[in-house]
């Protein structure tokens, strides 16, 4: 059977794609791992899981009728809540009769003499297809460290990003926290409510700000949705992809009570907007420094144990160079006499016991396992499948220095192949789903006018390839963010090539230059 595209994935983006081809009468199916759609929201079902971009915001905008009906209840809404969302997508537009779930993709080749990309799956399915699609997510390859003796614990591990259907009871539970990341910053507090003990193992302290969450105003809803059209417009020429009234004055040429006043102000108001208090804390070290001590600052005011706030006071990284936290009471839970922290830095994790984990200093008990370790980003989902292009060349190979693409949506010598949020787009630097949307509306719009003028075959120039890589590791290094060994740059998994992976740019100007390319007769791509 040959169709003119698969999706591979079913979250966000694999959905939006599914239902753009369909409109323009093309043939297309989606496969998914998981048995339902909504990715992200349909594996990371632990405790406290919440998106930190405001739920009016992170939100689809392609269908006027769907943001005008849907109801959001709470200012940042919580995994439950976007996952029935997800599900009313796919209801609504009918989707799932087009995707084939628990079904993985686990080989694509490219077939030069037929022009078609031939797909295998886990489930033994073969076809072929002209255009290949993938919607993998960026954070979708969970990642557990190789702990010596992982195996041998007896009691139940879990993943925050594989999180079981059916939730887990902590009460009574020991449990052993791996990880401070967004998740672990998002599940410890909620775990060390019902668990006897938590036992919280932290190689680096992130900074986390107040996500100051509660319900929706029905007044506020009513107001945004009778502007929405102008303000998803403000969002997509923005740089983040969200409204957030950056100051664009210096840090440094405030004075100390303006400084205070201003960053007070931010916090008090909680979420992301802190990170826009003024407009040099991305590119100024000394800038951004002050940011970083103001929250420092609040950690030793929140924190009884001044050993413990030094602990979670980070020192290494910049502010906003890793991915920046929001948080519910996540410092405070660590005046609970029930936990305690392990700098595994000071004292490293040797290995995991039969009862426990042993760290060089001490045992700790343990009758479960959270691994809050977060994911092989961005690449990980993409080289999870064996992919191989013209000449036989495969993308492992190609991307072993370091993944190598013209503006993240396609990548030289693989012809036809597009990747939704691939490295080298803004993807993760962003509210994810403007990124997704701008994306699968620019390939959607480039299939039909290919379609329309004959042309049955696109692939990247490697010259504009080359450029492009280069731009996002030139834009990338005029900020802070190399500053810090994040998942940007591929820092936590070992062996992985070191390269900044999303564009820095802005969503805004990233925008401008994609429809710059499509309005030049795809300048920079091949045509056959
Ligand atoms: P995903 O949602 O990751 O979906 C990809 C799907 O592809 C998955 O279901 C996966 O099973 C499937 N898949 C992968 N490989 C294969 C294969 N070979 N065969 C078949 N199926 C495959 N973004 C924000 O903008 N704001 C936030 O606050 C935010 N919070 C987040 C919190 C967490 C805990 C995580 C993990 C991510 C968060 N993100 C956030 C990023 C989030 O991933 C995106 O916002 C968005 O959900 C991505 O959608 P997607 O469809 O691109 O990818």
Redesign the pocket.
């Given at each position: 059977m040959t169709l003119d595209a698969v999706v591979?994935?079913?979250?966000?983006?694999?959905?939006y794609m599914l239902h753009r081809l369909r409109g323009l009468g093309l043939s297309a199916r989606a496969?998914?791992?998981?048995a339902g759609v909504?990715?992200?929201?349909?594996?990371?079902r632990y405790p406290g899981?919440r998106?930190?971009?405001e739920s009016m915001q992170?939100s689809y905008s392609f269908s006027d009728d769907l943001q005008q009906e849907w109801e959001w209840s709470e200012r940042y809404a919580s995994q439950p809540e976007i996952l029935l969302y997800a599900e009313h997508v796919a209801d609504r537009f009918d989707l799932r009769r087009d995707i084939v779930f628990e079904?993985?993709?686990?080989r694509a080749a490219y077939d030069e003499t037929a022009n078609l990309w031939r797909l295998e799956?886990d489930r033994g399915d073969r076809v072929a297809a002209r255009h290949l699609i993938t919607?993998?997510?960026?954070?979708?390859a969970a990642r557990v460290p190789d702990f010596p003796g992982a195996a041998s614990f007896q009691g139940p591990t879990h993943h925050?990003?594989r999180w079981p259907h059916e939730g887990v009871d902590f009460t009574g539970r020991r449990v052993a926290v791996i990880g401070t990341g967004?998740?672990g910053i998002q599940a410890i507090p909620i775990i060390a409510g019902q668990a006897e003990r938590v036992t919280v193992f932290q190689r680096t302290p992130n900074y986390s700000l107040p996500a100051r969450n509660r319900p929706l105003e029905p007044d506020h809803q009513t107001w945004v949705k009778a502007r929405y059209a102008e303000l998803r417009a403000t969002m997509r020429e923005s740089a983040a992809g969200i409204l957030a009234d950056p100051n664009p004055d210096s840090a440094l040429a405030a004075t100390e009570a303006e400084r205070a006043r201003a960053f007070e102000a931010r916090w008090a108001r909680g979420g992301l907007a802190f990170v826009g208090t003024f407009g040099d804390l991305a590119i100024n070290p000394d800038a951004n420094e002050l940011a970083a001590e103001f929250v420092r600052a609040k950690i030793r005011e929140i924190v009884a144990d001044p050993g413990v706030a030094e602990l979670l006071s980070p020192r290494n990284h910049p502010i906003g160079s890793k991915r920046i936290c929001l948080d519910t009471g996540y410092y405070a839970t660590y005046n609970r006499p029930t936990v305690t922290l392990v700098d595994v830095r000071r004292d490293p994790i040797l290995e995991i016991t039969p009862t426990g984990v042993r760290t060089a200093a001490a045992e700790h008990p343990a009758d479960m396992i959270v691994y809050a370790t977060g994911?092989d980003a961005l690449t990980g989902?993409l080289l999870?499948?064996d992919i191989t292009g013209k000449g036989g060349l495969s993308l492992r190979r190609k991307w072993a220095a370091g993944p190598r693409t013209y503006l993240g949506l396609m990548t030289a010598g693989f012809p036809n192949l597009f990747t939704?949020?691939g490295p080298g787009s803004p993807s993760?630097l962003?509210?994810?789903?403007v990124s997704?949307e701008q994306h699968v509306d620019w390939i959607a719009e480039c299939l039909d006018r290919l379609r329309a003028r004959g042309v049955a075959t696109i692939d990247a120039d490697p010259l504009a390839e080359d450029a492009w890589t280069a731009h996002v590791s030139e834009v990338a290094g005029h900020t802070l963010y190399p500053r810090a060994d994040s998942w940007y740059l591929g820092a936590n998994v070992p062996g992985k090539p070191r390269v900044f992976m999303p564009y820095v740019g802005g969503v805004g100007a990233y925008r401008m230059k994609c429809d710059e390319v499509t309005a030049n007769g795809y300048e920079g791509f091949v045509l056959s």
């Amino acid at each position: 059977m040959t169709l003119d595209a698969v999706v591979v994935g079913a979250g966000f983006a694999g959905m939006y794609m599914l239902h753009r081809l369909r409109g323009l009468g093309l043939s297309a199916r989606a496969y998914e791992t998981g048995a339902g759609v909504g990715g992200t929201w349909y594996w990371n079902r632990y405790p406290g899981a919440r998106c930190d971009v405001e739920s009016m915001q992170y939100s689809y905008s392609f269908s006027d009728d769907l943001q005008q009906e849907w109801e959001w209840s709470e200012r940042y809404a919580s995994q439950p809540e976007i996952l029935l969302y997800a599900e009313h997508v796919a209801d609504r537009f009918d989707l799932r009769r087009d995707i084939v779930f628990e079904t993985r993709v686990t080989r694509a080749a490219y077939d030069e003499t037929a022009n078609l990309w031939r797909l295998e799956t886990d489930r033994g399915d073969r076809v072929a297809a002209r255009h290949l699609i993938t919607a993998v997510g960026c954070l979708s390859a969970a990642r557990v460290p190789d702990f010596p003796g992982a195996a041998s614990f007896q009691g139940p591990t879990h993943h925050t990003g594989r999180w079981p259907h059916e939730g887990v009871d902590f009460t009574g539970r020991r449990v052993a926290v791996i990880g401070t990341g967004s998740s672990g910053i998002q599940a410890i507090p909620i775990i060390a409510g019902q668990a006897e003990r938590v036992t919280v193992f932290q190689r680096t302290p992130n900074y986390s700000l107040p996500a100051r969450n509660r319900p929706l105003e029905p007044d506020h809803q009513t107001w945004v949705k009778a502007r929405y059209a102008e303000l998803r417009a403000t969002m997509r020429e923005s740089a983040a992809g969200i409204l957030a009234d950056p100051n664009p004055d210096s840090a440094l040429a405030a004075t100390e009570a303006e400084r205070a006043r201003a960053f007070e102000a931010r916090w008090a108001r909680g979420g992301l907007a802190f990170v826009g208090t003024f407009g040099d804390l991305a590119i100024n070290p000394d800038a951004n420094e002050l940011a970083a001590e103001f929250v420092r600052a609040k950690i030793r005011e929140i924190v009884a144990d001044p050993g413990v706030a030094e602990l979670l006071s980070p020192r290494n990284h910049p502010i906003g160079s890793k991915r920046i936290c929001l948080d519910t009471g996540y410092y405070a839970t660590y005046n609970r006499p029930t936990v305690t922290l392990v700098d595994v830095r000071r004292d490293p994790i040797l290995e995991i016991t039969p009862t426990g984990v042993r760290t060089a200093a001490a045992e700790h008990p343990a009758d479960m396992i959270v691994y809050a370790t977060g994911y092989d980003a961005l690449t990980g989902p993409l080289l999870g499948i064996d992919i191989t292009g013209k000449g036989g060349l495969s993308l492992r190979r190609k991307w072993a220095a370091g993944p190598r693409t013209y503006l993240g949506l396609m990548t030289a010598g693989f012809p036809n192949l597009f990747t939704i949020t691939g490295p080298g787009s803004p993807s993760v630097l962003s509210n994810m789903i403007v990124s997704i949307e701008q994306h699968v509306d620019w390939i959607a719009e480039c299939l039909d006018r290919l379609r329309a003028r004959g042309v049955a075959t696109i692939d990247a120039d490697p010259l504009a390839e080359d450029a492009w890589t280069a731009h996002v590791s030139e834009v990338a290094g005029h900020t802070l963010y190399p500053r810090a060994d994040s998942w940007y740059l591929g820092a936590n998994v070992p062996g992985k090539p070191r390269v900044f992976m999303p564009y820095v740019g802005g969503v805004g100007a990233y925008r401008m230059k994609c429809d710059e390319v499509t309005a030049n007769g795809y300048e920079g791509f091949v045509l056959s």
